[in-house]
């Protein structure tokens, strides 16, 4: 066992800044703050996920797919037939497939129902397409999410066409996101320290280097692809129970460039990347909405100004682009390492910890002083 | 004509070349010799512009030319012959040549050129339709040369010409070094195959690890006990006698 | 017969704009090995310009003219900035960089002009119509499928035949050796976005006069579909990009003219599902040669 000195690696400030500073946040936030806000927060684990997701393929694996807005889709529609009652189904959707308005599944059935048959979709579709590499594999993605809206559109007794579905009931709650948030995080990070990771990452580095030692480049492509598919359509399932209602149009361009956004600025090579990522991306938009209808400032009046959010998020995008590439954490993984190492918890056990940690606190009132 | 100062370089903070000092003068086919990874080809690609050089000076018949781009470079009169010919394969061997003077605005001294290397390589004025690609590697070899001669260069940089070429074609690759040299050339010739490399030229740097551990004659550096033991295998060598 | 050939005139109407908007990628693309995500947004610029000219009075020619430099100014300007900073990063670098500045070409036409759909009116005479083989054709039409040829015969030739040219194609081939004879890579760079740009205002402008409305997301679905067109063709080849175009459009209309009134509707997936297919087995494309791994 490495023994750490830094300040940062304490089991107790690992504990209250990655553990209980979020829970109080949270209780905070359920208890206190009302339904908008946690509504805003339950987007914010939402997004969490969807960003990881895209994390695992575009900055760990090192294929660049803008496909997540389309396995988004499915999660979300699949789900949603799944939980929707029969007499919905039918007083909604013009015919539908008796034996499909039959079946009604619990919120948790539909949501793995769902992932696990975005993942065999992604996996048929990564088959095919993923002996494509780099801008090609960009923009064939792209093609990807244009085709599943194009279904999601047409496939009327199915999806209720281009009007979309409505009146899911709202399983979504901040505990059930939560939990299901960090069940995710945790999987994804075990996935990605397994020995099946560290050949994703070797290859991403180097793709010969990474075949002469007998990883198999296609399998581990497909893998994460489809691996990365399952989680995005985690988070659609979540999404479409939280807004109850779901159309074809909000799974595109804008989606994909959302959930890109969110990977890029918090850091496409690590799953830590997500949280900093969902966090801008959730909270700075509801922020800037209050400014959307003009807004004065210095005492200069500033009219209104249209997408507003999205000049703001373009710029900062470029910004970091330019300023840092490598997004928030880099490939850091402090944030989901601390929360699911054992050493967090088993510390707060040790006298040592909380010798350490008064020592080095002292020390920098010292320094500040 | 071509004077290196404490010139080094690094990629991603690793010293690929460090500190090393060189002359070329006018006439004169100077060989740079050393093993794979000893920073040749990095100080090649300083002198032609292609990477940029960390410090020191590269001063080209007195001007600076550190820090130019490989157009200036180029019209400066230098052109650097790279290793594996890199010929343009899609286009042709006529446009290959034409592509040579490109910076050459006056079609005159252009067609003047493109006859002087046809000339010296008969073999391209045939296949002048034909794709670069479809060349055999000694032909890609003198078409890459050819082009360089048509930019109109005083100082020809020529990296590993021999290599991956049959002994017969290396043969004949060195004779057209040295019917450049008489005909005026100055050439700095980087090669792994150090005793012909030593043969033709008239002084011989040795590079290793990035740095210049010896120099001379080229018929006293192939003498050296040690030079003999790493790059000529221990053989005894005709060079000195080839000079003589 | 005459529906047949009704769909044909259609196919070759809206070909004619991927074709235009597929050579731009193709060319950037083999010159600079990355694709221009914001290449969609051109059309964008050139019809917005074309609209605010025409608005301010210009007279339409003219204002033609002026949008088209200001298109090109645009993919100059897009080029210098964004892109020759990170010409030598990674792959996934320069897809976030140009769908950055695609997606901020966009909002800022947006915060300008707001995302309402827009009325391009252009001269009458361009919607003339007169009957051709039966078909009802529009003088747009027309116009629309003589620029594509002519432009692109003006492509080849410049490519083909001038030294300009030649260099593109010697900078295309091998950078590193292009450097050696002493191309200037950046100048060629440029050329190849001037090329592109030209092209993408013509195609914008020609899009949004045959359809009358426009909005500012009208760029980048064009462009994605365009981008599809040229790796059908093969990228990097102006005959693959031009042919590309054309089959995409002859497959979308005549899917959508053919199916079966229940999957009609499905005509971009079936057009999507038919790419891919033939990308599997012809994984360069048509007329491609080896730039499918290129990286």
Known sequence: MKKSTRFVDNSLFRFLVVVLLPVIILLLVHFVAGNYYESVFILFFINIILAASLNLTNGITGIFSLGQAGFMALGAYISSILTLSETMKNAMVTNMPEWLTKIQLPFWAAMIVAACITMIIAGLIGFAILRAKGHYLAVITLGMVIVIKSVLDNANNLTNGSRGLSGMSKHSTLLVTVIVALLSLFILYRFRTSAFGRSMIALRDDEDAAASLGINERSIRLMSFMVSAFFAAVGGCLWAHLQRTIAPSLFYFDKTFNILEMSVLGGMASLSGAIPGAAVLTFLPQFLANFSTGFTIFGINVPQINGLTNIVMSVLFIVMIIFRKQGVTGSSEYLVGSLFSRSTYTGLFRKQTYKDFAHAFRRKKVHDS | ?244 | MGFFTAQLISAIKLGSIYALVAIGYSIVYSIMGMINFAHGELLMIATFSLWVLMNAGIPFGFAVILAIIITVLFGIFIEKIAYRPIRNAGESTQIITSLAVSIFLEALCQAIFNSSAKALIIPAFFSKTFKFLGVTVSVIDVVTFACTVILTIVVVLIIQKTSVGKAMRAVADNPEAADLVGIDRNRIITVAFIIGSVLAAVAGILYSGKYTSFSNDMGFMLGVKAFIAAVLGGLGSLTGAVAGGYIMAVLEIFFSGYLPGGVASFQTTFTFIVLILVLLVRPNGLFGSNNWKRS
């Open chain 2, 1 to 244: 004509m071509l004077k290196v100062s404490n010139l080094s370089i690094s990629y991603k903070k690793i010293n690929a070349v460090r500190e090393i000092s060189f002359e070329i003068r006018e006439g004169e086919i100077v060989s740079l010799i050393g093993s794979n990874g000893a920073g040749k080809t990095s100080t090649m690609k300083a002198i032609s512009g292609l990477i940029k050089a960390k410090s020191g000076s590269i001063l080209f018949n007195g001007k600076e030319i550190l820090g130019m781009s490989p157009t200036q470079i180029v019209s400066a009169g230098i052109v650097h012959v790279p290793e594996g010919r890199q010929v343009f394969s899609k286009l042709s061997v006529g446009e290959n040549l034409q592509l040579g003077g490109y910076l050459t605005k006056d079609r005159k001294v252009l067609k003047e050129r493109m006859d002087y290397v046809f000339d010296m390589f008969p073999i391209l004025k045939e296949r002048i339709h034909q794709k670069a690609g479809s060349l055999s590697g000694g032909e890609q070899q003198m078409l890459a040369i050819g082009r360089g001669l048509v930019t109109g260069a005083k100082l020809l940089l020529l990296d590993e010409p021999s290599l991956g070429l049959a002994p017969i074609v290396v043969e004949q690759v060195f004779e057209v070094i040295q019917t450049l040299q008489q005909n005026g050339m100055t050439i700095l010739l980087v090669e792994q195959n150090a005793l012909d490399a030593m043969a033709i030229s008239s002084r011989t740097y040795i590079m290793e690890s990035g740095a210049i551990v010896m120099e001379g004659p080229s018929e006293e550096v192939a003498e050296n006990e040690e030079v003999k033991r790493i790059y000529l295998g221990g053989k005894e060598t005709w060079v000195s006698s080839l000079h003589n």
